[in-house]
């Protein structure tokens, strides 16, 4: 649905895949899942979708607006899909702590991990949630099954390639005895024994992988190299983040809906687009977190971007422990029990009350005077 309400002109990046998308399609012969998102981001909100005409049969207001392409890697489209999944975590939110905990992959692994994207990203998954839920099962630790949230990002500020997955954990686990085992503010476990566990882990499922080798990484099929390989990261220190408690559930929320429908970059960081160059601010961690600013070519640009599309069907969220999907009624049920809390009722609203909720506006009401607008639909045009 188009941003009738949104007055501000800005650089999208739309308009860089419109001016070059087709020079990229015929230089790098994408595969096709690629080629389809980047027809559906240039085609997105224009007459190649469809869309309809609003008309006020009582001041004369007319409006025309085209359809969304919805793709998950599109800017434009994550708005409505993220608030939907915000509001469907109300209702799951304890009166605990909650802590971010991030696992990252060592940029020895990048080139690895974008030539078998779904093996690497699955085992990714598999070793920090099993890191996770083993450590908290430790009497030493906590001693109890823990719930958490994995969102999967591969993406540094500058767009080139950084495997990691955020993680939020509630502070406190199931017993064995069915009791509720409080972890309180304290950091949830011990960053460096996370660390090497994760380490260890991600390695051991990564010798038993079936691996692809191409171009500069094919020496790595002889398997002396890839052991050479496999010792170097044994040896390397690999980096796990655990960030102090939420103060709120608001807080995590307001987390959640920063990190989990993310795309690779925002329009609102693109600020210049001039002859075939791009200019977008990021922000550099490591001097402070200063905000500069990077210059691509066009084509560039579109590489890195498309560097962080994930495989059809890859679920990039996944729920662990007691929130996940199987056990997550039940066992919230009982967690709130435990903790004498009285969990809020779902809420659902439908598309129009999820519009209103985000921009404020009705858009079935002529802005002009207020009157219902009658709608008709518009013929999507062929490609």
Known sequence: MADRFCLSIMIEVQDIFRDFGTEYIERFNPPPHICKIIRAIINCRTEALGGHIDVCDECGYTHQSYNSCRNRNCPKCQALVKEQ?????????????????????????????????KVIYNILFLASSETLKELAADPK???????AI????????????????????????????????????????????????FRGKFLYYLKQAKLEFNDSQEYLAELAQFDNLIST???????????????????VLEYLGRYTHRVAISNHRIIDFTDGIVSFKWRDYKDNSSEKVMKLPALEFMRRFLLHALPPQ???????GFLGSAVKAIKLKFCSQLLNFVRPNK????????????????????P????????????????
């Open 85 to 117: 999944w915000i509001l469907d975590r109300q209702s799951e939110l304890l009166p605990v702590p909650y802590f971010h905990i991030v696992f990252s992959l060592p940029s020895e692994l990048d080139v690895i991990a974008l030539q078998n994207q």
């Open 141 to 147: 630790y906590l001693g109890a099954e823990i719930g």
């Open 150 to 197: 994995s969102v999967l990002h591969t993406w540094g500020q500058t767009l080139t390639l950084h495997p990691h997955v955020h993680m939020i954990v509630p502070g406190g686990g199931l017993s064995p005895e069915g009791k509720w085992k409080d972890r309180g503010k304290k950091f949830f476990l011990p960053v460096k024994v996370m660390s090497r566990k």
């Open 233 to 251: 990261l044994y040896h390397k220190e690999w980096y796990v983040y655990c960030k102090r408690p939420f103060k709120t559930t608001l807080s």
């Open 314 to 320: 890859f679920t990039k969220i996944r729920h662990y």
């Open 347 to 366: 809420i659902v609203l439908s598309t129009l009350e999820l519009i209103i909720k985000l921009i404020g506006i009705d858009i079935t009401l002529c």
């Open 368 to 383: 002009a005077c207020g009157h219902p607008l009658t709608r008709t639909a518009l013929p999507s045009a062929s490609p």
